[in-house]
């Protein structure tokens, strides 16, 4: 079970102990992965800058002032903020807005998972280097504010919702800007009249191409990637240095920030509209911190400090020692990339640029792909089929739904705008949004999980946050010039995002409200009150305490149950990933001859859900080692069943404890397996079923009578069959409601839940054991 998971937490206890040689090996594979897009932007900054706000004059101050705006914006957001600062912010290793919100849930308790547990917090990558503020400082007191304001934890969430949501939209828009403006190099070669009816047909079917060869998954060509960016890198920084040295050798002196004032002196309004293009020199930067889960903090580091950040600043410097030199321009082609290339190399450099932004757009794709399963996990997006493409490699996924929305979104943009001044626009501002968002959380987590002063907290907002502010403006006033189409999506896909997560959680509230106290089942003895049949009844809720509505309305309503009943809980919790030493939370409802288990799966957020035969196996053997190790309360029942929590005990996969009870299945037949000197096997009596479940315990420690019993009792109910009772729930809002909750329960949840695809566990379990029992939620 879980075969990427354990993958990952395998490779990360080989990272811990990183040999230069595998820092390296990860820098160079990360140059494929992460800096895709980022190295891509200088086929469209210029061009963007340049579209309408200001002119290219001959004393090259609008030329000099763009280039150094390029040179601080990469030094101070790139470099300074992500490299140095944010990429610290990790979360078990994970990074990305999704983690910086885990991060601030788990140290603040603002979690909006509603089935959270004490028990969660005991996971060893929950409570790791989470300490508690000194009650006197600011940190403390906001923590306690953030604790007792729910309003202010659903700003938390919101906030968090709104990076989710401008990430997914630009998983829309760069692909279109990268593709498009890669093959715009067609232009040069081709006559005014022509290649305008060339481009965007050549960037739809490579477009198509891309989306058609998602679910393939990047592994079978992933090996091709860091060879393809650093060719890309290796080329615009050879033609930078060119350009450098043959047109203007003087160009370096643009980098004083002194040519920013002249800059904006000079063109006022224009120059500070003109920002919108210049931001584009940054799109990708969030990428270092979204996809920190693949490599290393250094690795990344030094990937962009030696390789990229100098690459992309010889090429902005090439480009303006050429414009420098170059004032008469047909306005036709504008001030792009490929004019400042050698006319000979033109055509190979155009190649590269295509496999450059294919390469880039598959990484955002593939972030778009991993922040919606994130989502998905955390209760914030509606379940949504997620293919597993390798599996080997961790985080390598696959959404069939999400594909297709992003192709025909990407190809009615590019069709839609056709040119890269209003796709520029759009990025621009989704870019800007995510990095303001992450400003935002990063100002909170330098207090509440760094406890650092108030006052760092304060500057790192300041700072940044009135850079990041100035090219928001500048990308917002040109709402009706394309960036509204980041916002229109953004808003769509939080709408969709809060109206899922608020329905499940008022569908969960009412899952606590009407559940059945244990004390109910105590009052109706061993047989609780109906027949038992042989058997295994696994009943799925989403209770972690509790008798589960579910369970009373099937009883009530049919005069047998199975002989053995598991209340089963699949949950995710705010941790990138959960050990398998960790994955079961397993105990008894009841006295121990009443023979009900409650058994918890915990997932974190970023761990691969597999739900085959091979986890029903699993599962039944972790109810197996938790009779055997003898876990359990002194006579099978807690004194006080609200503290049902406490008794329950945490224990690992099968492949965690290979000294401790495995099971076995085999086909009929009538001779007994040796048994050796380490190993005795519990048998079942009945010979004559078509498969014989077996438990193989070892000698020591020795178990009493009564576990014996438990252990003989499950595996002939295992041998029996397992029936799955699956809730069927037709979700509707009370009588007495507001217009908004009728509207977003009755309309907006009821279709996305009818539209979504089924829990994991639905899909994978069969249907001739499978029984649905319907119930209406009225919340």
């Not at 896909?493 to 509230?509: A, N, P, Q, R």
């Not at 001779?671 to 009945?686: H, K, Y």
């Not at 007495?736 to 309309?747: D, M, T």
Request: hydrophobic residues 45%; neutral net charge; proline residues 4%.
């Amino acid at each position: 079970m879980d075969p990427e998971s354990g993958f990952y937490q395998n490779h990360v206890k080989v990272r811990r102990k990183e040999s230069w040689r595998t820092v390296l090996t990860l820098a160079y594979q990360s140059l494929g992965v992460v800096y895709g897009d980022l190295s891509t932007s200088p086929l469209y900054v210029y061009k963007s800058t340049f579209a309408e706000d200001i002119q290219h004059s001959k004393t090259n101050e609008e030329i000099y002032g763009v280039l150094s705006f390029v040179f601080w914006t990469l030094t101070l957001v790139p470099l300074l903020k992500y490299v140095f600062i944010v990429l610290k912010a990790d979360d078990n290793g994970e990074g990305g807005t999704f983690a910086l919100y885990s991060l601030l849930c788990r140290h603040a308790r603002v979690n909006s998972l509603p089935n959270c547990q004490l028990a969660d917090e005991e996971l060893s990558t929950y409570k790791k280097d989470i300490t508690a503020p000194a009650s006197t400082t600011f940190g403390a007191r906001l923590k306690s504010t953030l604790e007792t304001h729910r309003v202010l934890q659903k700003c938390l969430l919101v906030l968090a919702l709104i990076g989710t949501s401008m990430v997914i939209g630009d998983g829309v828009l760069t692909p279109a800007i990268s593709v498009f403006s890669a093959v715009s190099g067609v232009e040069l070669a081709m006559s005014k009249e022509h290649h305008k009816y060339v481009e965007v047909p050549v960037a739809c079917i490579i477009l198509i191409g891309l989306f058609a060869l998602q679910h393939y998954g990047t592994h079978r060509v992933g090996f091709l990637f860091a060879p393809v960016v650093i060719s890309w890198l290796l080329c615009i920084s050879a033609i930078g240095a060119y350009n450098i040295f043959h047109w203007n050798p003087h160009v370096y002196q643009a980098l004083s920030p002194y040519y920013m004032y002249k800059f904006l002196k000079k063109t006022q309004r224009g120059g500070w509209m003109s920002l919108g293009g210049i931001l584009l020199c940054i799109t990708g930067s969030e990428a270092m911190f979204a996809d920190l889960g693949h490599f290393s903090q250094l690795s990344i580091k030094i990937a962009f400090t030696s390789v990229v950040y100098p690459s992309l600043i010889l090429a902005y410097m090439g480009q303006a020692a050429y414009l420098s030199c170059h004032h008469e321009m047909e306005n036709d082609y504008r001030i792009g990339f490929y004019v400042s290339v050698p006319e000979k190399l033109r055509w190979p450099v155009l190649v590269i640029a295509i496999l450059a932004a294919v390469v880039g757009s598959q990484a955002i794709i593939t972030g778009t792909f991993s922040i919606i399963k994130q989502c998905s996990a955390l209760g914030c997006f509606p379940r949504v089929k997620i293919v597993h493409t390798s599996s080997k490699v961790h985080g390598q996924i696959y959404i069939p739904e999400i594909n297709w929305l992003l192709m025909l979104l990407c190809l009615a943009i590019t069709i839609g705008f056709r040119d890269t001044k209003r796709m520029g626009n759009a990025s621009g501002l989704a870019v800007i949004t995510v990095m303001l968002v992450t400003t935002c959380l990063m100002s909170l987590v330098i207090v509440l999980c760094w406890h650092q002063s108030v006052f760092l907290a304060i500057c790192f907002v300041f700072f940044f946050g009135t850079i990041e502010a100035l090219y928001f403006s500048a990308s917002l006033i040109k709402f009706l010039e394309g960036a509204w189409v980041p916002i229109v999506l953004a808003l769509i896909f939080m709408i969709v995002m809060y109206v899922w997560h608020y329905g499940t959680l008022k569908k969960y509230e009412f899952d606590v409200q009407n559940k059945v106290s244990v004390d109910w089942l105590l009052t109706l003895g061993p047989s609780l009150g109906i027949v038992r049949v042989r058997g295994i009844g696994l009943i799925h809720t989403e209770l972690v305490s509790g008798i589960p509505v579910i369970f009373t309305h099937f009883v009530t309503n049919l005069p047998a149950f199975h002989q053995v009943l598991v209340f089963l809980c699949i949950k995710s919790v705010p941790v990138p990933h959960v050990k398998h030493e960790e994955r079961f939370l397993v105990g008894h409802i009841g006295p121990r001859e009443y023979r009900l288990y409650r058994c918890i799966v915990r997932y974190g957020y970023r761990d691969v859900q597999k739900d085959d035969q091979e986890f029903e196996n699993d599962l039944i053997c972790s109810i197996a080692e938790f009779i055997r190790t003898g876990k359990v309360v002194p006579n099978g029942a807690s004194e006080d069943p609200a503290k049902e929590d406490e008794n329950m005990a945490v224990v690992g996969t099968p492949s965690t404890h290979a000294e401790g009870i495995q099971v076995r299945e085999d086909e009929v037949d009538n001779q007994e397996s040796a048994t050796t000197s380490e190993l005795r096997e519990i048998q079942s009596p009945v010979k004559q079923l078509k498969k014989r479940v077996r438990f193989v315990i070892p000698k020591s420690p020795e178990i009493n009578r009564g576990a014996r019993e438990e252990l003989q009792e499950l595996m002939e109910a295992r041998e029996a069959g397992v029936a799955y009772i699956l809730g069927h729930s037709y979700v509707r809002a009370k009588q007495g409601s507001s217009l908004a909750r009728k509207l977003v329960i009755n309309y907006g949840y009821d279709f996305l839940r009818r539209n979504s695809r089924p829990p994991t566990y639905a899909l994978s379990v069969p249907h001739a054991s499978t029984l649905e029992v319907g119930i209406a939620y009225h919340v």
